[in-house]
């Protein structure tokens, strides 16, 4: 009798100690399907993957897991701050294809380019991480699919595309192994963000459908990109300053290491909207492969770029149709002022109450051991020489040659005002409107089968001050 006791008393501890926990998650571990999510991949999961993150922040953090094997279908939800999203391998999380679902603007009163469906606001250590899938079910929203692209739907000042992640002037952010896939507009975007690390994601985008950036650092400031994939028909990484969210500043000091990318735009952009200061960049080891342009400075607005290297870099480049800006240049640096729009979101993209844009300065850009391969050469160009000044190239070598079966002899200028295109030879560096140009140790090589329109290594128009030196 006496053992039966000891034994049921010491079942009466174990309850105690461990039993009496009513809460619908293990620790500081909250499971989606603890809080009714279904994974079933049809019915939507959204408001028990909320109840989940909230329950986590209230109880002051921890990690809300998605489950292994599940494929759990959800419209909006929104982040919490101490919250780490963590997605097992073999789970997903799925858009819901409901166009009507998506009411919240990724530009706020500006509804007409896209909604958001994972997305954060005012919030402070928050983590995305795991193994598993986000994916944004990209083609759902498309309209029909063309040759190289789909169609995108008719639409009047209202866009229900989502953006797969938006993070708006939130801090310490990690978002760190995932896969994000088939965006149907952004897929990554920063705003107004500080101390930012993004590190071994892949993002895997439909390389057709338009608009379908990877990273769009905007407005923000100490962001670490590292050791990333990123396939994306739009581009890949792209550093602004949307006039939208002007209150945030400047977007400076961000450092991307170890990536390789793929686009049918422009794999690393800065610009083309920026109505503020882009400064301190570091682009290092990257390789760039069957994009439609390699590295692109696009300065469409009144904002200034300065204080930026790209370093050792592969950088390899085709012809795309007219759908996608850029025309095969492996490096691209201009300033030109936006054309006047006639398109859902023109009025978004002038100083409030102006129909005319100015551009600002472009200069102290350093391209440093780099090797391009394309159908195109290099472009430069300003609309005065003293916006695009003091850009420095030392042993960047341009190897040229035709492989596709879209005509050369052809620059992209979009979007500016006048003439979108400038068509002449193709030269490995097309310098105009630009000063203070330095190309040290670079070498130019033509293919065996060079095109009637192949020209020589520079062509200079309305420039000043170009030097050119072997060492």
């Not at 990318?261 to 400064?279: L, P, Q």
């Amino acid at each position: 009798m006496k053992k039966v006791n000891q034994i049921f008393i010491l079942l009466i501890l174990a309850f105690l100690v461990g039993g009496c926990n009513t809460s619908k998650s293990e620790g500081n571990i909250y499971n989606i399907m603890d809080y009714g999510a279904s994974g079933d991949g049809k019915s939507d999961d959204a408001s028990a993957i909320q109840k989940a993150i909230d329950k986590c922040s209230e109880n002051g953090g921890g990690i809300v897991l998605v489950p292994a094997e599940h494929t759990f279908l959800c419209g909006p939800i929104h982040l919490a701050s101490f919250v780490n999203l963590q997605l097992e391998p073999n789970s997903r999380l799925l858009a819901n294809p409901d166009e009507k679902i998506y009411k919240e603007s990724a530009f706020k009163e500006n509804e007409g380019e896209g909604m958001m469906w994972i997305s954060g606001k005012d919030l402070k250590n928050i983590s995305i991480t795991g193994r598993g899938e986000i994916d944004g079910n990209g083609v759902a929203f498309m309209g029909k699919e063309l040759s190289d692209s789909y169609e995108l739907k008719p639409i009047t000042d209202f866009d229900p595309r989502p953006h797969v992640i938006t993070l708006i002037n939130c801090q310490n952010i990690t978002v760190k192994d995932v896969t994000l896939k088939q965006g149907a507009y952004w897929t990554l975007h920063l705003i107004g963000c500080y101390d930012a690390n993004i590190d071994g994601i892949n993002i895997l985008n439909n390389l057709k459908i338009r608009n379908g950036d990877g990273i769009d650092v905007d407005h923000s400031k100490k962001v670490r990109i590292s050791n990333c994939f990123i396939e994306s028909g739009d581009d890949c990484i792209c550093l602004k300053n949307r006039r939208e969210y002007s209150e945030y500043g400047s977007c400076e000091d961000i450092v991307v290491n170890n990536c390789i990318m793929t686009s049918r735009s422009c794999a690393i952009k800065i610009g083309s909207e920026n109505m503020d200061k882009i400064n301190n960049v570091l682009f290092n080891n990257c390789i760039i492969k069957d994009s439609n342009r390699g590295i692109g400075i696009q300065n469409r607005d009144e904002g200034t770029v300065t204080n930026v290297i790209f370093s050792n870099m592969l950088v390899d480049c085709k012809y795309y149709s007219d759908v996608w800006w850029g025309k095969a240049e492996p490096i691209y640096v201009t300033s030109y002022p936006r054309a006047i729009g006639n398109h859902k979101d023109a009025g978004w993209r002038f100083p409030k109450g102006a129909i005319d844009g100015a551009c600002g300065e472009v200069n102290n850009i350093y391209f440093t051991n780099i090797k391009c391969t394309s159908e195109n050469g290099i472009f430069i160009g300003g609309d005065t020489q003293d916006k695009v000044n003091n850009i420095f190239f030392d042993n960047v070598d341009v190897q040229l040659y035709k492989r596709s079966t879209f005509p050369g002899g052809v620059y992209d200028k979009r979007p500016c005002k006048g003439e979108p295109f400038v068509y002449d030879k193709t030269y490995a560096f097309y310098i105009e409107g630009a000063s203070d140009i330095t190309i040290t140790d670079s070498n130019v090589f033509w293919g065996d089968t060079a095109p009637d329109y192949a020209a020589g290594d520079i062509k200079q128009i309305n420039t000043s001050r170009i030097n050119i030196n072997k060492r």
